[in-house]
Every structure is written in C-alpha cells, then in structure tokens.
C-alpha cells in the first residue's frame, strides 16, 4: 500500500490489537481522519509497539499524529519496557514534605522520562498533564490530581510541561475547565458542577490559564456541565471553548474532545450530532474511541468542518527529534539514572491501582 499525500483531519481514531488490519489501513486514509489513539490493549512489546507506530506513519504524509493516555499511576497504558510512572498526587506529596524546588525538579525530570520512552517509540503525545484540582471529591480524578492547591498544581504541571518539552512531546492539558469538584465518572454519568465561574476562575482555572501562557500544546474539556455558565458541558460550549479558553485564556493550541462515545457525552445525540456540536463549540480534533463502528458512521456521513487552522495546530502537536536519536538517548546511561529516579518514586500496588479505573489502565 503507497504512502497518501493528505492534510491531516479532524477525527481522532483507534485501532483493536498489535497490528494494523486491512479494514483498519482503510479506515485511517480516510479524509477525515487526522490521528490515532494507543489503549492498553495494542501493546505486547516495545518491538511490537515501534512496529505497529511504524505501519501508522507509513499510511500517510503528513503522519498520523499517534496518541496515548500515559499519565503514571493507574493511566499508564505502557508497561513492560517502560518506567513505572508515579500518580501525580505523589509530586504533590514531594512538595508538602521536601519543599518546592524538590519536588519542581522531579515533576520536570518525570515528564522528561514520560516523553522520551514514548517517542522513541514513535508516539507523538500523552494526554497529560491532569490540571485538575483535588477537592477531595471525585474519585475518578483522585490521585490522578498533583494537589488540591491550584498554586501547587501549576507550578508541578508547569515543570512537567518543561520535561516533556525536554523530551520532544507537547503537553495536553485536562480536563479543562477542572473536573475535580465533582464526584461522577464521566465515562458513565454526565456530573454537574454548580459553583459560579467567578469561583473557578478564583481556583480551578489557575492551571489552565499559566500552562496557556507557557506554551501548552493542547486542551482537553471536560463532559462536565457547568449550569452558572452554561447549560451543555464544557466539550460542547462555545462559552467555555471560545469565550474563555480562546478569549479570556488566550490559548492557541489545538482542543481535543474527550472521548465521544462515553456517557458524559450521550445527551448530545449519535455520534454525527455530538462530533458537529464539538467542532461547532470550537473542538479541532474529536476522539472516537473503542467504537470502530461508530467511526465508520462518522466518516460516512459528517461533512468535513472549515476549520482554516486545523493543520497548523495538529502540525505543533507532532513530537520533536528524530525516533532513532531518542532511541539513543533512552539507552544511554545518564537517561538510565534518570529513569532510576523515577521509578523510585514508585507507589504500593494497592495506591497505584486506588481510585476507578479510566479506559484499560489498571
């Protein structure tokens, strides 16, 4: 099959085991199609992960930009081959009991290690940084979160955005605009957050609003209705996407939508309906995940948005440096020590795992 000359679209896409089928290759030269997403569940081998990254890259030019969820703790979809990534809270933890410099330094050199395992395997994002804040009240976010101070999560997500800088991946951060105040699961409920937007403005979007101003990549919206400011949840408000990430934020980069196919998103119709609503709120890119039936519906019948600046954006998503130098580098000694130190702050079996599970992760 000959490599495709096509601009990368907006639908974000996944695919069922460690290779790539004929209906799958198919699938994603579709038009609208723009990028990948990696669960648990294509991943044996760091051999069989660079293989199956590199059957992506070869269907089309510009690339497919390949994603995963990779965050440490109970969302690590790599594991054998990869270092054991800590939940965030055990930053914050660094943070209460060492101080702030100490725990600045193992936030920046956590994401150093998160990003250059990946790409030298040929992903080009996480989805991560989590800004949320811990209010003690989801569980779903629970350890996921670095702290229930917005101060101390934005300068933890700020040194975790340096280190993935450091290691050729931008960040993404979520789930704008916090969803830790709630205590549903997106991913089968559809929670309500009733404070009023002065009083997230005053916590929760402290985060969103530095890591904006300090080159976040991308975003990623809550499926969480904030009725004080709008009555459809974050993924599918222009007030939320435009007005304040946009205009009051200034932020740039590229919106993702969560995933399409979760509750969260149900009431927005099928998913035609829900994929126009999220690109008509301001979404550039829109995660169908675990439905490939649902992707074929989409392709088949959505009209491709005007969306003038899509390229550009996606093309500020794609990861840094060349696949074989990262190899080199994660072979190296001094990246060794690195990942040594990282891997140090692992967690009991039983805190890892604490909280629901999100996707495949466990």
């Known amino acids: 099959m000959s490599t495709l000359t096509l601009p990368r679209g907006p639908v974000m896409a996944d695919v069922a085991g460690f290779r790539l089928s004929d209906d ?34 070869a269907l089309r030019q510009p690339e497919l930009l390949i994603a995963v969820d990779h965050e440490g703790g109970r969302v690590q979809r790599f594991l ?38 990946l790409r030298a395997c040929g992903i080009d994002l996480s989805f991560t940084p989590v800004l949320d804040l811990d209010w003690q009240h989801c569980a779903v ?3 996921r979160s670095f702290h229930g101070d917005p101060t101390v999560v934005t300068a933890l997500a700020s040194a975790l955005q340096r280190g993935l800088a450091r290691g050729g991946m931008g960040s993404c951060g979520k789930h704008f605009p916090g969803h830790g105040f709630v205590d549903g699961d997106t991913h089968v409920a559809m929670p309500q957050d009733l404070r009023s937007l002065d009083e997230i403005r005053a916590a929760d979007l402290q985060p969103f609003a530095a890591l904006a101003a300090s080159g976040m990549k991308a975003v990623m919206p809550a499926h969480v209705i904030y009725p004080q ?39 927005a119709g099928d998913i035609v309906a829900r994929t126009e609503r999220a690109f008509a709120a301001g979404c550039d890119m829109a995660l169908v995940c675990n439905r490939p039936d649902l992707v074929d519906d ?47 702050l692992a967690v009991p079996p039983q805190q890892l795992a604490a909280g629901p599970q999100v996707g495949e992760a466990h």
């Not at 990696?38 to 590199?54: E, G, H, I, P, Y």
């Not at 930053?91 to 990003?115: C, I, K, M, P």
């Not at 989409?298 to 996606?314: D, I, K, M, W, Y």
Request: glycine content about 10%; proline content about 3%.
């Open 24 to 57: 799958e290759k198919q699938r994603l030269r579709h038009p609208l199609v723009g990028g990948v997403i990696l669960f648990r569940r294509n991943f044996d081998s760091v051999a069989q992960l660079k293989a199956l990254t590199a059957e992506l890259r």
């Open 229 to 267: 400011v709008d009555n459809t949840s974050a993924g599918f408000s222009r007030v939320w996407l435009q007005d304040i990430l946009r205009g009051e934020l200034g932020f740039d980069g590229t919106i993702f939508s969560d995933d399409l196919t979760m509750e969260g998103a149900a009431g």
């Open 80 to 117: 054998a081959g990869f270092t054991r990534l800590p939940p965030m809270r055990v930053l914050g933890e660094l943070w209460d009991a060492q101080g702030q410099a100490v725990a600045e330094a193992t936030a920046e050199e956590t994401g150093y290690v998160l990003a250059a395992e």
């Open 298 to 344: 989409l392709l088949a019948r959505l009209a491709a948005p005007v969306q003038p600046q899509l390229a550009q954006r996606l093309q500020g998503m794609a990861g840094q440096g060349e696949q074989a130098a990262w190899e080199n580098t994660v072979a190296s000694a001094g990246f060794a020590a690195a990942a040594a130190r990282v891997a140090a």
């Open 141 to 143: 976010i629970g350890n």
